[in-house]
């Protein structure tokens, strides 16, 4: 079976998505270079939506809608499925970060996976461990270890990370010779030719970016999504290029109140002195 054909349509809207996009071109006996022609695709790429690999954006919905006259489905299954809690989102989140040809990442609650020492790792995991959310902590090291490497080592060329921290992000998760070694660490990775790294310090705020992390990811073919990351394990994909494209602007507003790279090092080795 195919990937389209083993998709669960009851497993989340996005899936229903895809599946309702496959039937109603099969019902009406069409190619699927005959649909991408509707909403401005190749045959792959209608190929991806009805495998749920790609997500249909508002333009396309709304084509599809006015050329089959569904009555709107598409449309508004995308606008409910935007927002509810999509239960794939940590594989296709992954699936990104090993994509993209360039990365926007913004944190202020903690360092995040791609500048993590091994140490830093297992305390956060360890709490996870404590609250019943991790189950084996040096398992969960290895794996977080491996994806760090795909992303930030990735061959044979790696993304270009732009990161951005807020400076509440550096406080401590360990003892101090944790925290010593993490702030050398973060330094390190900064110097990397195809790493910017900035904090904006705690007397920027109020700045847009205190309301929660994000990614934002220009992937293959120019296509741009991003990642809205919350509490309690949830996050939310955003897949439509206009939207996404409002995450990077987050970016560059909170990036205009940040360090430069030379005062962000400064600043870093400072707190590993004083660890």
Known sequence: MTAAENLDPDESLWNAIAFHLRYERQKRGMSQTEVGAIIGVNKHGVSNAEAGRNKLTRIQADRLDKSWDTGGLFVRLRRFARLS???????QVDRYKREADQVKIFHNGYVPIPFQTEDYARGLLAAGHAAGLVEDVESA???????????????????????????????????????????????????????????????????????????????PGRRLAAFAGTTLDVGRVIDDPAEATSVAIRFDRIAARALNEDQTRDLLMGMAEHS
Do not use: T
Not at 85 to 91: I, K, M, T, Y
Not at 143 to 171: G, T
């Open 141 to 219: 090291v290895v794996r977080r270890m491996n994806h760090q490497a795909a992303v930030l080592e990735r061959r044979p060329r790696p993304p270009l990370i732009w990161a951005v921290l807020d400076e509440s992000a550096l406080r401590p998760m360990g003892e101090s010779a944790v925290m010593k070694a993490q702030f050398e660490h973060i330094v390190e990775c900064s110097r990397l030719p195809h790493v910017s790294l900035r904090v904006v310090p705690l007397a920027a705020a109020p700045h847009v970016g205190i309301d929660g992390w994000f990614w934002f990811f220009e992937l």
């Open 85 to 91: 809690h999509n239960p794939d989102w940590p594989a």
